[in-house]
């Protein structure tokens, strides 16, 4: 207590420091260890419940590159072009690899290529993968193998055996993609419970995501050279019949390119990659980090104490 001027003032109280809290945990010393064991017991045996998760990566680089344009002629036929589906700068042209990226990430491409592969039951219906038999291990509170019956309890408007659209999300969340913005590199990985499932879809994604572009292509240039080949036997003009000739020739050119390369939008630089070591979990990460979480939890009501007892002794 301090006097001063005749008025009786609470002296303020010490700050606790980490002796204090370390005395107070000390006091209970054996409580904390066997609290710490348990929980050291508890996570070891979580984490070793927890699937191994094997991750592989793919790089790959654009296949295609940009044309120049057509200069003053092509500003000239910028209207016809347009009509006929050609970009005739190559600043209005969309990058392949762009679109391949999009594509990728997009749900109706992820639910086309899940359904061609029939992939919706390892998506959704595996807990597990078996290293002995290379075989994945099925959920059986979800998927019953028996009679083939979804037995998921899900809320409506989803039903026990899910659609193609949440498939497509859930292998959306497996992938993971990167671009080099200054040389055009892009990496796609993709994280599974099976190793070879892993490479194998994504060495498949590739294929699909060229094949769709290059199908695009095709068809785009098909409708287009029909166009132009009707405009130039309508017209008279000379410099109008030598600009459709020369779009002519570059849709020509972009359709034999599209029938005679597979790896048309991305070329493969290094092949998804056969993952040996899981990726995850640390299963030694998440005890320590669950050791940590409960010595801070036990530090927090050891302040606690101390602090009601020094608020006591005041």
């Given at each position: 207590?301090?006097?001063?001027?005749?008025?009786?003032?609470?002296?303020?109280?010490s700050?606790?420091?980490?002796?204090?809290?370390f005395?107070?945990?000390?006091?209970?010393?054996?409580?904390?260890?066997?609290?710490?064991?348990?929980?050291?017991?508890?996570?070891?045996?979580?984490?070793?419940?927890?699937?191994?998760?094997?991750?592989t990566?793919?790089?790959?680089?654009?296949?295609?590159?940009?044309?120049?344009?057509l200069?003053g002629?092509?500003?000239?036929?910028?209207?016809?072009?347009?009509?006929?589906?050609?970009n005739?700068s190559?600043?209005?042209?969309?990058?392949k690899?762009d679109?391949?990226?999009?594509?990728?990430?997009?749900?109706?491409?992820?639910?086309?290529?899940?359904?061609?592969?029939?992939?919706?039951?390892?998506?959704?219906?595996?807990?597990?993968?078996n290293?002995?038999?290379?075989?994945?291990?099925?959920?059986?509170?979800i998927?019953?193998?028996?009679?083939k019956?979804?037995?998921?309890?899900?809320?409506?408007?989803?039903?026990?055996?899910?659609?193609l659209?949440?498939?497509?999300e859930?292998l959306?969340?497996?992938?993971?993609?990167?671009?080099?913005?200054?040389?055009?590199?892009?990496?796609i990985?993709?994280?599974y419970?099976?190793p070879?499932?892993?490479?194998?879809?994504?060495?498949?994604?590739?294929k699909?995501?060229?094949?769709?572009?290059?199908?695009?292509d095709?068809?785009?240039?098909?409708?287009s050279?029909?166009?132009?080949?009707?405009?130039?036997?309508?017209?008279?003009?000379t410099?109008?019949?030598?600009?459709l000739?020369?779009?002519?020739?570059?849709?020509?050119?972009?359709?034999?390119?599209?029938?005679?390369?597979?790896?048309?939008?991305?070329?493969?630089?290094?092949?998804?990659?056969?993952p040996?070591?899981?990726?995850k979990?640390?299963?030694?990460?998440?005890v320590?980090?669950?050791?940590?979480?409960?010595?801070?939890?036990?530090?927090?009501?050891?302040?606690?104490?101390?602090?009601?007892?020094?608020q006591?002794?005041l």
């Open positions: 207590m301090v006097v001063k001027d005749n008025a009786t003032v609470d002296a303020p109280a700050p606790l420091g980490f002796s204090e809290i005395a107070q945990l000390w006091q209970y010393k054996k409580s904390v260890a066997c609290i710490l064991i348990l929980t050291a017991a508890v996570s070891s045996w979580f984490a070793l419940q927890m699937p191994n998760i094997y991750r990566t793919s790089v790959l680089a654009p296949a295609t590159e940009k044309k120049a344009g200069g002629l092509g500003s000239q036929l910028g209207g016809l072009a347009s009509l006929a589906g050609v005739l190559a600043a209005g042209a969309i990058d690899t679109l391949a990226i999009e594509l990728l990430k997009s749900k109706a491409f992820l639910a086309a290529f899940i359904q061609k592969n029939q992939l919706v039951l390892p998506l959704m219906a595996t807990k597990n993968w290293m002995t038999t290379d075989q994945l291990v099925l959920d059986e509170d998927y019953d193998a028996a009679t019956t979804w037995l998921r309890d899900v809320p409506p408007p989803r039903k026990p055996e899910p659609s659209t949440e498939a497509a859930v959306s969340e497996l992938i993971e993609l990167n671009k080099d913005k200054t040389t055009g590199i892009v990496k990985s993709l994280e419970l099976s070879k499932l892993a490479q194998q879809w994504v060495q498949d994604l590739v699909a995501v060229n094949a769709e572009i290059r199908t695009r095709i068809q785009e240039s098909e409708n050279l029909r166009y132009l080949n009707e405009q130039l036997a309508q017209t008279q003009i410099e109008l019949r030598s600009a000739v020369q779009l002519i020739e570059d849709q020509t050119k972009t359709l034999m390119l599209a029938n005679i390369r597979e790896e048309y939008a991305l070329k493969v630089v290094d092949p998804a990659f056969l040996e070591e899981k990726f979990p640390r299963r030694s990460a998440v320590l980090l669950s050791m940590f979480g409960v010595m801070l939890f036990l530090s927090m009501i050891a302040y606690l104490r101390c602090l009601k007892k020094q006591k002794q």
